[in-house]
């Protein structure tokens, strides 16, 4: 049973031992990996986000899912947490086009804002995020999606 609980406790207490200005500078400055996003329907894809302070950062994405491809290109605004430096909230906002491989589906343009929290685990390279990124279609209709969250894991150097 121990051995179990401590892995859970193990981010808290690396979490909870970071001074809250200790570190000034971006907690990275450019990160590539993975992004899963789901909802209605999912995709799966690559993230690049590069940070050029510490609240703002530029984050572009290519995510493939059922008969769907999806460019996409977000600006962020990072704010810190209170007690944390590598851990941060983020709003932002983007555009995304979605191309469709069916005949009788024409192309889309997408606003998507961001609400989310962007985290680097300490003493690694490791950057993880949970977002909330609703999307609305500015053509061909007005069907919009508002649920809809993303996991990005990255890779931070």
Known sequence: M????????LPVLLFSTVPA??????IYRNAVGGRLEFGYGSWVGVSWKH????????????LFGY???????????NGDFRKDANFQWVLGIGG?????????APNDFYLRPI??????????????????????RLTNGNSN?????SIPVRIAF
Request: aromatic residues 14%; without cysteine; positive net charge.
């Open 2 to 9: 121990r051995r179990s609980v401590f892995p859970l406790l």
């Open 21 to 26: 200005g200790a570190q000034k500078a971006p």
């Open 51 to 62: 940070l050029y302070s510490r609240h703002h950062a530029t984050e572009l994405a290519v």
């Open 67 to 77: 008969l769907t491809q999806v460019v996409a290109s977000e600006y962020h605004f």
């Open 96 to 104: 995304a086009f979605a191309r469709y491989k069916r005949d009788f």
């Open 115 to 136: 609400i989310g929290v962007d985290a680097r685990l300490p003493g690694t390279s490791i950057n993880m995020g949970l977002d909330w990124r609703p999307m609305f």
């Open 145 to 149: 999606t508002t649920v809809r969250f």
